[in-house]
């Protein structure tokens, strides 16, 4: 159980195009999702958090207007990078988590996907 | 803002060598998670620890929350090729309501 899907897993476009990822809980309500940005070989860098229904909540640094979160139900999240430039090339990991009550919960992440843009 | 640092952020070892990652936090944690990255996957949830001072145990892989739940420790008994892999650490504060603060990860490599 537990599983977060990602559509898609790979994409590749060209600068000033935008892309829409997508995030989705198979077999859970997720009450909360996130949205992380991996570098080659470096940790989790945490852009968003967002709760069904609700906006989302950015971290310092990342841009609300270039990273549209639309968290439009319990099972489904996505992230749309508006604009897109090469400096945006990153692979985007979602994760999703339902509320248990007892502080921080287990987090089950999505395969990932990897962006390049040209 | 809350930091988890992890050390160290490489290591190699020789197949059925033990292997220990530690995680710190500059805050007190309500609880700390581990996840296993294999090379071009994604985070696999590993544990979850919440009490002060607790042990667990995965087969080979032994986890430990220090007393002040300010550190954490992950240990890998005679390891196995499949041990390959980056380790985080993800703390949790009480106030943060879902959100984890992931360390660095450490970057295991195992020669066969």
């Known amino acids: 159980g537990a599983v977060v899907s990602q559509h898609p897993s790979r994409v590749i476009c060209k600068s000033g195009t935008s892309v829409k990822i997508e995030c989705r809980s198979l077999?859970?309500?997720?009450?909360?999702m996130f949205w992380y940005r991996q570098f080659p070989k470096q940790s989790l860098m945490l852009m968003a958090t967002?709760?069904?229904?609700?906006?989302?909540?950015?971290e310092q640094g990342v841009e609300k207007d270039k990273f549209l979160i639309n968290h439009a139900s319990l099972t489904l999240s996505t992230l749309t990078v508006t604009s897109a430039h090469p400096e945006d090339s990153s692979f985007y990991i979602c994760?999703?988590?339902?509320?248990?009550?007892?502080?921080?919960?287990?987090?089950?992440f999505g395969p990932g996907t990897r962006l390049t843009v040209l | 803002g809350q930091q988890v640092m992890q050390i160290p952020q490489y290591q190699h070892v020789q197949e059925g060598e033990d292997f220990t990652t530690y995680c710190n936090s500059s805050?007190?944690?309500?609880?700390i998670q581990w996840y296993k990255q294999r090379p071009g996957g994604h985070p696999v949830f590993l544990i979850q620890?919440?009490?002060?001072?607790e042990v667990k145990k995965q087969k080979r892989l032994t986890f430990q929350f220090g007393e002040a739940k300010k550190n954490s420790s992950l240990h890998i008994t005679a390891t196995q090729t499949t041990d390959v892999g980056t380790y985080f650490c993800?703390?949790?504060?009480?106030?943060?309501?879902?959100?984890?603060?992931f360390g660095g990860g450490t970057r295991l490599m195992v020669k066969p």
């Open positions: 994760s999703a988590s339902w509320a248990s009550g007892r502080g921080a919960d287990t987090q089950y």
């Open positions: 077999d859970f309500q997720a009450t909360t």
């Open positions: 967002s709760n069904e229904g609700s906006k989302a909540t950015y």
């Open positions: 805050t007190t944690l309500s609880n």
């Open positions: 620890l919440v009490k002060s001072g």
């Open positions: 993800a703390g949790a504060l009480n106030n943060a309501g879902n959100m984890l603060t």
